[in-house]
């Protein structure tokens, strides 16, 4: 199955589990760049604002075709309860492309419940499987033991 990995990561927790995810799947892997980044008091202001009112962000166009792949695998922080705003974006701007999907969410306590569903409503599709994991357990290193089970129940 040919699988695809696209993420957004602020703060690196999310890249770390991508690249983990790339390697073990031996699938490509795709960062989402906003088109017009933020930073400092003013991103977070407006990030949390964005993901409130669930807006997306334009992103950079990509590098892979969403197209050519049977999966993607969306990874997203999570902000406010729900996705990262360059996530939204990407989902609503390739929604039509995509044929199954899988999400994982970085967090630093709760909302991945909330932010998995709103990825399925938004993309109109049932995740295959889904992962979540809490910043502690991956600066810790903790979170290989859930990626592998994530793995696992994405090759069944």
């Not at 983990?20 to 390697?23: G, R, S, V």
């Not at 088109?35 to 008091?41: A, E, I, L, Q, S």
């Given at each position: 199955m040919k699988?695809?990995?696209?993420y957004y990561s602020k703060t690196g927790n999310t890249q770390i589990i991508a690249k983990?995810?790339?390697?073990n799947l031996n699938a490509d892997l795709e960062e989402l760049i906003e088109?017009?980044?933020?930073?400092?008091?003013v991103w977070m202001v407006m990030a949390s604002k964005d993901a409130i009112l669930r807006n997306g962000v334009a992103i950079n166009d990509l590098k892979h075709q969403v197209a050519d792949y049977d999966l993607v695998i969306v990874g997203t922080p999570v902000w406010a309860w729900s996705m990262a705003s360059p996530v939204r974006g990407f989902i609503e701007k390739y929604k039509q492309n995509l044929k199954k999907v899988a999400f994982f969410a970085t967090m630093g306590n709760t909302g991945d419940k909330q932010a998995f569903t709103h990825m399925?409503?938004?993309?109109?599709?049932?995740?295959?499987a889904t992962v979540s994991f809490t910043d502690g357990k991956i600066k810790n290193g903790e979170f290989k033991e859930v990626l592998k089970v994530f793995v696992e129940n994405i090759n069944t």
């Open positions: 699988t695809l990995i696209v983990e995810l790339a390697q088109t017009n980044p933020k930073d400092g008091v399925e409503k938004l993309s109109g599709l049932a995740p295959v």
